[in-house]
């Protein structure tokens, strides 16, 4: 496959589609995506949802085409095949169960450690068992935060233990796998740089992707939180777009695309 001219990675909830009682999704996004392929260029949803949910979410607001990729639980890599079965890209995921599988193991202790800290300190429930790593869920964002105070204070030895928030939920998570290093292997998969990839996300586990790194084309829409929004604008290629969810994705993205174009020389 030849590398895409461009290479799109978009957060699902509250970036791609908005909740009630605002308007779910931009009229003007399926077209969009069409012609994202239709110039030889690639998008794909990056999510903290499951591979599942996350097509569940697409039939439901009837969007397409479909992704060209799906990063799911903000770690894994999927691709379609040309009979809409979903399999692994390379052997990242595979890896990547892998390293969580050997993190949990080592990580036990600690995690038991901070189970009783934030059982005992908050009104958080733990939720174990549903998948590889255990996650938190709060009653509120405010709790969320001293959660993270909580855990940053009580791992701060350990380089391997991160976790990755989006509102009052919580995973823990392997430091070495969050939506940021998996859209960088998507990325050498096909041969396309930095330079080349554009990125919309609007919370706190969308910021390893929008960071310049990582992505030269960063943007949020203006329901993202201030610390999102911070980091777009915080340097060059970043903005905030004018609307929530993919309104403002949209429109941020043609800002900054049509800012490319006028930059260039003349022929």
Known sequence: MAAPTFLFSFDFDGTLVDEPPHPIINPGL???????QTQG????VNT?????QALDGIAEHKIRPLPDFIMAKERELYAPTQFNRWVDVGDWNKRCQ??????????RKLLKRVRALLEAETKVQWVEGMEETPGVIATSDDEMTKVCGYIEEETQNDDVLSYERNSIYLRFSHAAYHKGSVLQELARHLGVSKERICVAGDNHNDMSMLCPTVADYRVC????IPEVQSLVTGSPGGLIGNGRASF????????LLSAETQEQPAP
Do not use: D, M, Y
């Open 30 to 36: 399926n077209g969009f995506l069409e012609s994202v």
């Open 41 to 44: 260029s690639l998008w794909a």
């Open 48 to 52: 903290g949802r499951t591979l599942f």
């Open 98 to 107: 892998k390293e969580h599988k050997r993190f949990i193991k080592t990580h």
């Open 221 to 224: 829409p203006n329901n993202a």
């Open 248 to 255: 403002g994705v949209l429109e941020g993205i043609q800002r």
